[in-house]
């Protein structure tokens, strides 16, 4: 699918780099082709970075990528990148 409008809910530390109202909005040059969650972190990493120096892509690697109902595998085809959310690795007690 093609897109060119992202916007993702985040939670934990990638709140630190968000909207006030937690999530990312992404508005992009000319659409980009996206199949994969895999294909979707590395778009996000690559704006993310370039917008924002302090912020490292690598932490997308660990990040789970889910919708409304279930964690999505991040090699599968995605069927719309609508309503998503990014889910970093936390630990707590």
């Given amino acids: 699918m093609k897109v060119e409008r992202l916007r993702l809910r985040v ?3 990638l709140r630190n780099f968000s ?3 937690g999530f990312w909005n992404l508005e992009l040059e000319h659409p980009v082709e996206i199949e994969t969650g895999d ?6 990493g690559s704006c993310y970075s370039s917008r924002n120096p302090s912020f ?5 690697e660990e ?3 889910a919708d409304g109902e279930s964690i999505l595998d991040p ?3 995605l069927g719309s ?3 998503l959310a990014l889910l970093p690795p936390v630990c707590g007690g």
């Fill in 56 to 60: 490292d892509p690598a932490i997308l």
């Fill in 81 to 83: 990148c609508d309503g």
């Fill in 19 to 21: 909207d006030e109202d």
């Fill in 11 to 13: 939670f934990g530390v």
């Fill in 75 to 77: 090699s599968e085809k």
């Fill in 39 to 44: 294909d979707l972190k590395a778009l996000i």
């Fill in 63 to 65: 990040c789970a990528l």
